[in-house]
Nanobody, 125 residues
Framework: QVQVVESGGGLVQAGGSLRLSCTAS????????VGWFRQAPGKEREGVSC????????NYADSVKGRFTISRDVAKNTLYLQMNSLKPDDTAMYYC??????????????????WGQGTQVTVSS
């Protein structure tokens, strides 16, 4: 049984930083494209950043480029999202998910199969 679990969310002031983590059991992240997504109240889920199964390629939403960094630790089977210079618009539930597909320029929720329950990020102004 596959289980994906996110952690690291919280309340932070604008300009602050958070690091999200995602672990999985029942699958190996190195076999999948893995991504971070977010969904704010009343909005559609959107791709934030994804990393190729080889670890050699990443993509980012324009809104987070230069502020967020996706990475993974293969030995720990853990995915990270370092979020710096946070803005109130970054407030959302953040999810981790896996896919057998890779799109170099897109991180599309419909491509992803296994999802975690999410971790809440709230950025105050």
């Amino acid at each position: 049984q596959v289980q994906v679990v996110e952690s690291g969310g919280g309340l932070v002031q604008a300009g602050g930083s958070l690091r999200l983590s995602c672990t999985a059991s029942g699958l190996t992240f190195a076999d999948y494209a893995v991504g971070w997504f977010r969904q704010a109240p009343g909005k559609e889920r959107e791709g934030v950043s994804c990393i190729h199964w080889s670890g050699s390629d990443t993509n980012y939403a324009d809104s987070v480029k230069g502020r967020f960094t996706i990475s993974r630790d293969v030995a720990k089977n853990t995915l990270y999202l370092q979020m710096n210079s946070l803005k109130p618009d970054d407030t959302a539930m953040y999810y981790c998910a896996t896919s057998t597909l890779w799109r170099p320029n897109w991180c599309l929720p419909g491509d992803f199969k296994y999802w975690g329950q999410g971790t809440q990020v709230t950025v105050s102004s």
